[in-house]
């Protein structure tokens, strides 16, 4: 399974902005498909969860404001993120998950100015 995300970028604080994570390869094992991310000198932290049901999952300082989606026509696994806060400068990275092994995309930048 490859992942390619993209769409960040540099946005003004209550700006949006939308990520777009290309998936290939054989994805019949997939059990969820998250979006994670990493500010500077913190840990990787879960962001959003869509499963292969269409069931989501937010971590509490995005919901309202981030919404994960999956486009099986375009093979991508989306983030649309409305209301951003500095607080949410970071690479964020796709991730699609199977039972043993976890597969990870390249990072795009996401700053938000205040």
């Known amino acids: 399974v490859q992942l390619q995300a993209s769409g960040g970028g540099l946005v003004q604080t209550g700006g949006s902005l939308r990520l777009s994570c290309a998936v290939s390869g054989d994805i019949s094992k997939i059990i969820y498909w998250r979006w994670y991310r990493q500010a500077p000198e913190k840990q990787r932290e879960l962001v959003a969860t869509i499963d292969t049901h269409g069931d989501t999952n937010y971590a509490r300082f995005v919901k309202g404001r981030f919404t994960i989606s999956r486009d099986d026509a375009k093979n991508t696994v989306d983030l649309q993120m409305s209301d951003l806060k500095p607080e949410d400068t970071a690479v964020y990275y796709c991730?699609?998950?199977?039972?043993?092994?976890?597969?990870w995309g390249r990072g795009t930048q996401v700053t938000v100015s205040s």
């Open positions: 991730n699609a998950r199977e039972r043993v092994e976890s597969h």
